[in-house]
């Protein structure tokens, strides 16, 4: 299964195909005990000074994530559909993705990929070693969603001045019934929530209610950042 790692993905929904919004595909993987080393010095050899690889590659440790067995995930930023693409031919069968796949696949196993076109982001830009939430969602109403999230992140004492929020739009693979994930950044889940639970966010989150449903959540926190590209270049 990991040899579909950075190849291109066909099952990408064709009306977004000349989208030149960002794109992120994430891999879920249960890694073996003792191994998150070995998978983190993979990842950094192979992406994290390859002059093929225009993206970001985001490492991460899974920590809450229900009966789910994942472990750790790896999500792969491009600026756009196009660049994706051609990172995916420049990188496929050369040999340091064959010995990148040979150690992952030695020390772990994949569980599911699924790709996601970004939708709109607000707040500071997430750095290595954040922390994120993501919640996964089926939204009724995407543009009223957004433009919920919009008035929000205009509001005194908003959680978007702690904390990004970004919101991606499923395009293949993925749980069935989740159309999006918002995924939350910030430096402490903490403080993230002191925002979350604050009385001025609860009135928003009657509003959200009315055009989405939350579907799970789940916690990770950033083990490495590698590649060129800059998350501020996508907002």
Same mark, same amino acid.
């Given at each position: 299964m990991f040899k579909k790692f950075l190849m291109a993905l066909a099952l990408v929904m064709a009306p977004h195909t000349a989208s030149a919004q960002a794109v992120w595909v994430d891999y879920g993987l249960m890694m073996n005990a003792g191994s998150q080393a070995t998978a983190e010095t993979a990842v950094k050899d192979y992406l994290g000074n390859n002059s093929k690889f225009e993206g970001l590659a985001i490492f991460n440790q899974t920590m809450i994530n229900g009966a789910n067995p994942q472990t750790h995930n790896l999500a792969i930023i491009y600026k756009d559909q196009a660049s994706w693409e051609s990172s995916s031919a420049a990188l496929s069968g050369s040999s340091a993705q064959n010995a990148f796949l040979r150690t992952m696949m030695a020390n772990g196993k994949l569980l599911h990929e699924t790709a996601y076109m970004h939708v709109k982001g607000w707040g500071k830009v997430a750095e290595e070693g954040t922390q994120y939430i993501a919640f996964a969602m089926q939204v009724k109403n995407p543009s009223r969603y957004i433009q919920f999230l919009d008035e929000y992140s205009r509001e005194p004492g908003n959680a978007t001045e702690i904390a990004s929020i970004d919101v991606f739009q499923v395009l293949a693979g993925g749980v069935p019934g989740? =159309?999006? $994930? &918002?995924? $939350? &950044?910030? %430096?402490? #889940?903490?403080? *993230?929530? =002191? #925002?979350? =639970?604050? %009385?001025? *966010?609860?009135?928003?989150l009657r509003k959200f209610a009315n055009v989405r449903s939350v579907l799970g959540a789940s916690y990770s926190d950033n083990l490495s950042f590698n590649g060129s590209l800059a998350l501020s270049s996508l907002r």
């Open positions: 989740v =159309t999006h $994930i &918002a995924v $939350i &950044a910030t %430096p402490k #889940r903490s403080e *993230f929530m =002191t #925002r979350y =639970t604050s %009385p001025q *966010f609860s009135q928003y």
